[in-house]
């Protein structure tokens, strides 16, 4: 199964793409936990996941919760700003997936 989770400044903002992340890979008949949470509760949730992606409105926040990463061999990486707003699931999901393999 494949682990994502998205951060943003609440978690909020950032689930409505994983709804549409959701529905992509479950279409592609894809085992994924997605999900969301704020910047706050990021130490915490990250040890469980993947891959994290950063909204766009915590992307300035990248290389310090890159460091706090870094020893789990975990990736983190800002959305593309235009993929994010157009809330393009199948894009972020295909980025996610691109930066799980690169990591291994």
């Known amino acids: 199964m494949v682990k994502i989770m998205l951060c943003c400044s609440a978690g909020m903002s950032t689930s409505l793409l994983v709804k549409k992340m959701l529905t992509v890979a479950e279409e592609r008949g894809m085992p994924v936990e997605i999900e969301a949470y704020g910047v706050a509760e990021f130490d915490v949730q990250f040890p469980r996941y993947q891959v994290v992606l950063l909204g766009p409105q915590v992307k300035y926040m990248l290389s310090t919760l890159s460091e706090k990463t870094a020893s789990h061999g975990i990736p983190v990486q800002a ?11 199948d894009k972020v999901l295909d980025y996610a997936l691109s930066l799980i393999e690169a990591a291994h």
Do not use: F, K, L, N
């Not at 959305?79 to 699931?89: A, H, L, N, P, S």
């Open 79 to 89: 959305i593309d700003m235009m993929d994010y707003g157009m809330q393009r699931g």
